[in-house]
């Protein structure tokens, strides 16, 4: 929930936002090379970057289908609904009309990002200007993180750092994913030291050095993990370039540690959540949250739907509702219910991850009450909560909760990965189990590691072989950042680049409830060597002939 107040970019009308070619100019069109007078202007053009990702277009709904299904939820319904539903499922085609969306939004967060930076560097003020070099570093930061959602989703994908001045410059073919992660990893290692050092005035709706940092480890565990190439195989880079990666990680791990401030959230896992749904900022933790303000004029531009679509359902309330009821939550998304055996009984994660109730509205309290829910297919996935956020909103559906996509718990996880990687277990199983000691889960030691990590406490894993030491790492963490990271849209991208996203989705589906068969389909829908991508929007292929009409194996 913003804290402070920023224009919508629909006030904001700068050249090239559109490709037309106008002959009357528009009072609020403002010249690409005359408009960067001030440092307000300055701000107001990476403000645009921003206003791509804090839309229901984008990053306030269409969103969080990306990342599922995985192995810990699923949307419910199967029945074909070119949105949401088939992107979940693996039933998704080039007409998708949410891919559409993402695609667009995705590809004008970069272009303003492009605009900004170009502009602002070429501000005379700018050498001299620590304000500036961190606005271009926001730029950085921002384009980088667009730039890595399109490695995720469509691999080799159309990628330029220059801005889009007219028709002629907006076509462009596939860029190698290599080239591309060359890139914004150049931006990043811009970011990491011209933003702002996180500090406890620090809004984490503005992303901190520590953000760059945590992003570039995550960007080198990608990119040192299996990924779909352009004809149909699934492969990963060769083992010193693996090692590589993983040092950078160590690196960028070690940076992050030495400027401080970052650190679990004070008041434990389940107050942090609780925070993020009532609108409290904690930039301790929070390493960037991308903002939404439902309210005022034009609330919608920036709605987000936090805590509605994907958290537990809430009745819409009735009769004796005053103006600070609780809205309403429809529910999309369900939780695999095995996941709540599988956690210690100590462990406060499991009653954040899976909510077992819904929310009723009773009339004579004038006040929602919880009801269990008998059948596991009506489990909710319990992050995002209604009940913890304020009442009142302006649209009942929509809320100001913020989403973040990068936290220190992640950060830890990441750093005792590539430890693994490169040889020091040891120290990869200390940063892991610093996670569990924060949520009173106990410490994974040798001594305890069967009774913790094999069957019948959790599935044993046929895809992960755990006989050495490395092994029965990578065995706690596949669990580890399940127990952690649930939904915050990080699980499927973890399976994928260890290779084993479609093994883990047909294991869980067969060894679900029986009660979830026909609803959690992914196992029997995924296909290996298409789904590991999505398809590039059959309206795009139509209209850019530098694609060649050619879509993403397996797509037409």
Not at 146 to 166: N, Q, R, V
Request: net charge neutral.
């Amino acid at each position: 929930m913003k804290k402070y107040k920023v224009i919508a970019l629909s006030a904001l009308i700068v050249a090239g936002f559109t490709s037309c070619d106008l002959t009357e100019k528009p009072t609020s069109y403002y010249e690409k090379d005359t408009y960067f007078q001030t440092n307000d202007q300055a701000k107001m053009s990476v403000i645009g970057v921003y206003d791509c990702l804090a839309i229901d277009k984008h990053y306030g709904q269409f969103e969080m289908a990306m990342p599922s299904s995985d192995d810990t939820y699923y949307i419910q319904g199967t029945g074909t609904d070119n949105t949401r539903r088939d992107i979940s499922h693996y039933m998704v085609k080039s007409t998708n009309d949410w891919v559409a969306s993402l695609w667009e939004y995705k590809y004008m967060g970069i272009d303003r990002a492009n605009f900004a930076i170009a502009g602002i560097e070429k501000m005379a003020e700018y050498e001299g200007s620590t304000y500036l070099k961190d606005l271009v570093a926001q730029a950085r930061f921002l384009r980088a993180f667009l730039g890595f959602d399109l490695i995720k989703y469509w691999g080799d994908a159309p990628f330029k750092a220059t801005y889009s001045s007219g028709y002629e410059d907006a076509f462009n073919g596939r860029v190698s994913r290599e080239e591309i992660y060359d890139l914004i990893i150049a931006d990043l290692d811009f970011a990491k030291e011209n933003l702002q050092k996180g500090n406890a005035s620090l809004s984490p709706e503005v992303p901190s050095q520590g953000a760059a940092h945590a992003l570039l480890m995550r960007i080198y565990l990608q990119r040192a993990g299996y990924s779909l190439q352009q004809d149909g195989k699934l492969t990963r880079p060769d083992e010193a370039k693996r090692k590589e990666y993983f040092n950078a990680v160590v690196t960028e791990w070690t940076a992050f540690k030495s400027k401080g401030y970052h650190g679990f959230y004070d008041g434990g896992f389940k107050q942090l959540f609780v925070g993020y749904s009532a609108g409290t900022l904690n930039s301790k933790e929070s390493l960037w949250e991308i903002a939404f303000n439902p309210t005022g004029t034009g609330y919608k531009d920036n709605s987000g739907t936090w805590g509605t679509y994907n958290g537990p359902l809430v009745e819409a309330p009735g009769k004796n509702a005053t103006s600070t009821s609780m809205g309403r939550a429809n529910a999309f998304f369900r939780v695999l219910p095995a996941w709540k055996d599988f956690f210690e009984g100590t462990d406060e994660r499991r009653d954040v991850m899976v909510c077992t109730y819904q929310l009723k509205w009773n009339a004579d309290k004038a006040n929602h009450v919880p009801v269990e829910n008998e059948k596991l297919t009506d489990w909710y996935p319990g992050k995002w909560r209604r009940e913890w956020m304020p009442g009142g909103f302006v649209d009942p559906n929509n809320t100001g909760v913020n989403y973040c996509p990068l936290r220190y718990a992640d950060v830890v996880l990441m750093a005792a990965e590539a430890y693994n990687e490169i040889g020091n277990t040891p120290e990869a199983w200390d940063l892991l189990n610093t996670v569990r000691t924060r949520a009173k889960a106990t410490p994974i030691t040798d001594a305890n590691y069967n009774s913790l990590l094999k069957a019948p406490k959790v599935y044993n894993l046929p895809y992960i072989q755990d006989n050495d030491a490395a092994g029965k790492f990578r065995t706690a963490l596949y669990w580890e950042r399940g127990f952690e990271l649930a939904f915050e849209g990080q699980r499927k991208y973890d399976l994928l680049r260890w290779g084993i996203l479609g093994e883990s989705l047909k294991y869980f589906q067969d060894n679900m409830d029986k009660s979830l068969k026909g609803k959690y389909v992914a196992g029997e829908k995924f296909v290996k060597g298409q789904h590991e991508l999505f398809p590039i929007p059959l309206g795009e292929l139509q209209s850019n002939p530098a694609l060649g009409g050619k879509n993403n194996p397996g797509y037409e």
